[in-house]
């Protein structure tokens, strides 16, 4: 089975500091790794995602995260933030064989204040 | 290209009543796949469909069922409606099921149950 655990329920942050939201996981599998943003009312939307390869993946909005297996960290970040990115991020893992459904962390609520 | 619709985006229902939520995926996408959002245990799988074929189920119980058309359309159906069951209902659907293949998530239906 995996979980992901979030450390962190709330980053506050001033705008144009950069910010790192933490992400570790546990599987006993190969896995896929993804970061997602929600924004009030509305659905997920997907920043980025790992599959293979480069462990240092960019996403949109200027986000960025680097995978790290023997951490089993994924932790994302953004050099400067804004204050549109005030959100709820999501971590989000799945095994990367079968039909796999995404298993969530239970989120980061990014307040970026002026 | 249209984004992924659900119907309704809101819902009120008392304890004991059914519901049937509704979920458009992309033009194309051949999986549906129901997550419940609740602040206390976050973001949970439900099941996901392709070709209108249940493939994976969460840890639900049978009160909680879905069907996916031909079109590829799916509906989610609670029976017996409970207080707890009041959440946020997201629908994903993907191209394919294989894990790679990015869940695109609508706006969510926003159950209340009194």
């Known amino acids: 089975a995996q979980s992901v655990t979030q450390l962190d329920s709330q980053v506050p942050v001033f705008e144009e500091a950069p910010v790192e939201l933490r992400c570790n996981y546990s599987?006993?599998?190969?896995?896929?790794l993804f970061w997602y943003v929600q924004y009030p009312n509305q659905g997920l939307q997907l920043l980025l995602k790992?599959?293979?390869?480069?462990?240092l993946v960019k996403g949109i909005n200027g986000f960025e995260a680097e995978f790290n297996k023997s951490q089993t960290s994924f932790h994302l970040r953004k050099p400067s933030v804004h204050i549109s990115d005030t959100a709820e991020y999501f971590c989000?893992?799945?095994?990367?064989?079968?039909?796999?459904?995404?298993?969530f962390g239970a989120g980061t609520r990014l307040a970026v204040h002026p | 290209k249209a984004g992924v619709t659900q119907t309704p985006r809101y819902l009120i229902k008392t304890r004991g009543q059914q519901v049937t939520l509704s979920c458009s995926p992309i033009?194309?996408?051949?999986?549906v796949s129901w997550y419940q959002q609740t602040p206390g245990q976050g973001l949970q799988f439900l099941f996901e469909?392709?070709?209108?074929?249940?493939?994976n189920k969460g840890n639900f119980p049978g009160r909680f069922s879905g069907r996916q058309f031909s079109n590829s359309r799916s509906e989610m159906n609670v029976s017996t409606l409970e207080l707890g069951d009041s959440a946020l209902y997201l629908c994903a659907s993907r191209f394919g099921t294989s894990a790679y293949n990015e869940q695109f998530f609508g706006p969510g239906t926003r159950l209340t149950v009194l």
């Open positions: 469909y392709f070709s209108e074929t249940q493939r």
């Open positions: 599987s006993s599998v190969s896995v896929y």
């Open positions: 989000a893992v799945t095994p990367s064989g079968g039909y796999n459904k995404l298993i």
């Open positions: 033009s194309g996408h051949r999986s």
């Open positions: 790992y599959l293979s390869g480069s462990t």
